[in-house]
T-cell receptor
Framework: AQSVTQLDSQVPVFEEAPVELRCNYS??????LFWYVQYPNQGLQLLLK??????LVESINGFEAEFNKSQTSFHLRKPSVHISDTAEYFC????????????FGTGTKLQVIP | ETGVTQSPTHLIKTRGQQVTLRCSSQ?????VSWYQQALGQGPQFIFQ???????GRGNFPPRFSGLQFPNYSSELNVNALELDDSALYLC???????????????FGPGTRLTVL
C-alpha cells in the first residue's frame, strides 16, 4: 500500500516570492510520483511527473520538483510565484506496473498575495 | 481529439436514493478510473475498469458499482446514498499497455454530487 503526506494544508506567499510545497510518501514498491494542480471548481491537471532518470523534473510554467529516494520526498518548488498560481496542489504516487491506482495526498492550498 | 468528459456537472439527491454518473474517456483510451474527492480532501480511488471489467478497487462498499461499455465510456452507480457521499466524483482515462509500461491518466472536470 502507498500513502502520501502533505504537511502544509495552506501556504500563503507574496507574489514574486519563492515557494516550496512539501510532500513525503511511503511505499513498499517502486512508484511513479506526480504533482497535480486543481483550480477552483475544476478537475485535476497534471503539473509534472517523475518516472525515472533525472531526479529533478520541471514543468512548463516554472515549477520543479526533486525526487529524493532516501528521504522519500518529492517537494515542489517555484522561485517566483504569480497570482495565477493560486490553486490547490496535490502530490500523488502510483505503483510501477499493476493497475493504475493513484494515491493522493490531502492537498496544499497555495494562496498568492498581491 | 476530445478530452475526458463527465455528466452531469452537478447533481442533488436525497439520502437513500440512487445515482448514476457518466464518463466519456478520451479517444483511444481503454481504461477508466473513478475517484471520490470529499470537500477539503484529496481524491480517493474507487475502482478501475479495463476492457469492460473491474480490475482494481479501493476501500469503498459494494453499493458503489460501475460499468464500462464497448466504446470504453463508463458509469459510476451509487445505491442507498448517504450524506457522506457528497463529493466531487472524478473519472480518469488512460491507455493501458504492457506490464510496467507507464500510461498517463487524464482527468475529467468532475461531477459535484450533493446528498441532502
Amino acid at each position: 500500500a502507498q500513502s502520501v503526506t502533505q504537511l502544509d494544508s495552506q501556504v500563503p506567499v507574496f507574489e514574486e516570492a519563492p515557494v516550496e510545497l512539501r510532500c513525503n510518501y511511503s511505499s513498499s514498491v517502486s512508484v511513479y510520483l506526480f504533482w497535480y494542480v486543481q483550480y477552483p471548481n475544476q478537475g485535476l491537471q497534471l503539473l509534472l511527473k517523475y518516472l525515472s532518470g533525472s531526479t529533478l523534473v520541471e514543468s512548463i510554467n516554472g515549477f520543479e520538483a526533486e525526487f529524493n529516494k532516501s528521504q522519500t520526498s518529492f517537494h515542489l518548488r517555484k522561485p517566483s510565484v504569480h497570482i495565477s498560481d493560486t490553486a490547490e496542489y496535490f502530490c500523488a504516487v502510483r505503483p510501477v506496473g499493476g493497475y493504475q491506482k493513484v494515491t493522493f495526498g490531502t492537498g496544499t492550498k497555495l494562496q498568492v498575495i498581491p | 481529439e476530445t478530452g475526458v468528459t463527465q455528466s452531469p456537472t452537478h447533481l442533488i439527491k436525497t439520502r437513500g436514493q440512487q445515482v448514476t454518473l457518466r464518463c466519456s474517456s478520451q479517444s483511444g483510451h481503454n481504461t477508466v478510473s473513478w475517484y471520490q474527492q470529499a470537500l477539503g480532501q484529496g481524491p480517493q480511488f474507487i475502482f478501475q475498469y479495463y476492457r469492460e471489467e473491474e480490475n482494481g478497487r479501493g476501500n469503498f462498499p459494494p453499493r458503489f458499482s460501475g460499468l464500462q461499455f464497448p466504446n470504453y465510456s463508463s458509469e459510476l452507480n451509487v445505491n442507498a446514498l448517504e450524506l457522506d457521499d457528497s463529493a466531487l466524483y472524478l473519472c480518469a482515462s488512460s491507455l493501458a499497455g504492457g506490464t510496467g509500461a507507464y500510461n498517463e491518466q487524464f482527468f475529467g472536470p468532475g461531477t459535484r454530487l450533493t446528498v441532502l
